[in-house]
């Protein structure tokens, strides 16, 4: 639980810029965490994170004047940041929460976050006894995370275990010498990953997940589709970032042309499914809907379940 007289995470100024969370992919996080905090205090919540708000506050400058609160959004919905961006991350947590606790339901009790960032699964899910989440990134977000849940005294509901790595490069080792077992089936996710990852590292991440996936395993990750067009690189969602926040995705989305990472499990036997956002809109009836020169139609989602063996 959240205790509040701990104020927004007990950081200080010198913890905060410490972090290395105020520039990059860790602007990135907080953008997302406060996405959830919105969409935590909306009535029709898909997903409630808590902690999300804590993150952006306990930031400092870097996030100090973001809205936290659907009453903070001026323009509601409609507005290309906070209202329809922030929505689309609300419904991501909503489904990747749903494919989780779905595969730790189902007897998988091992997860493992790949660049888990703000995220708070450990802490806010309601994991069956016995599941171990671990959580893989970059050792200042970490650190920063850290900071923030222990000043607010929160206590994880799985064991949770950290593990400072850089998914560019080798971080298998570090994995099993936290204790992964790769004889145990083990529920993946790579959230708003792959992205920004080089193609050849996109490809590498996902053969090693593959060979480090016992049967039962299941993978679910993001991609984007081909090369946008000049008319969605000038949509009001990537041009709201990078002016209101300071956050250019665009520059930080990795050019190279994507790798079909679903059809390269396929081959190795993996059942894939690939899925729009807006398909989970329709079925949650809350989220973004597909508009012109829509900066999330090249999104995709794919659900991936290894073979029998």
């Not at 993996?270 to 009836?285: A, E, I, K, L, Q």
Request: charged content about 25%; some cysteine.
């Amino acid at each position: 639980m959240v205790r509040a007289d701990r104020g927004w995470g007990g950081m200080t100024d010198a913890t905060r810029e410490s972090t290395g969370v105020a520039g990059g992919v860790g602007q990135t996080a907080l953008l997302v965490a406060a996405a959830r905090a919105i969409e935590a205090h909306r009535p029709d919540a898909l997903a409630r994170d808590p902690y999300a708000e804590h993150f952006v506050r306990a930031a400092g400058r870097a996030s100090a004047h973001w809205p936290v609160r659907p009453q903070q959004v001026p323009g509601g919905d409609a507005d290309p940041l906070w209202g329809r961006l922030g929505r689309y991350f609300g419904l991501r947590t909503r489904v990747l929460d749903d494919f989780l606790l779905a595969r730790a339901r189902a007897g998988t009790r091992q997860v493992v976050l790949l660049g888990a960032g703000l995220d708070s699964r450990a802490y806010r899910l309601d994991w069956p006894p016995g599941c171990t989440v671990f959580e893989i990134d970059q050792g200042p977000i970490l650190a920063f995370k850290r900071g923030v849940l222990d000043g607010l005294g929160a206590a994880p509901r799985a064991e949770r275990v950290t593990i400072a790595a850089d998914l560019r490069r080798d971080w298998t080792g570090a994995l099993a010498a936290a204790g992964f077992d790769p004889a145990r089936p083990t529920a993946w996710l790579a959230e708003g990953l792959l992205l920004y990852l080089p193609s050849a590292a996109e490809r590498l991440l996902v053969e090693t997940v593959a060979g480090l996936s016992a049967a039962g395993s299941a993978l679910a990750y993001e991609v984007k589709l081909g090369t946008e067009s000049a008319a969605v690189r000038d949509s009001p969602v990537y041009s709201a970032a990078r002016l209101r926040i300071g956050v250019d995705l665009l520059a930080l989305f990795d050019g190279e042309p994507r790798p079909d990472t679903a059809g390269d499990l396929t081959a190795r036997g993996w059942s894939t499914t690939v899925r729009t956002p807006f398909d989970f809109t329709s079925r949650y009836g809350r989220g973004p809907r597909p508009e012109r020169h829509d900066a999330l139609a090249a999104n995709r989602w794919v659900f991936a379940h290894a073979p029998d063996r």
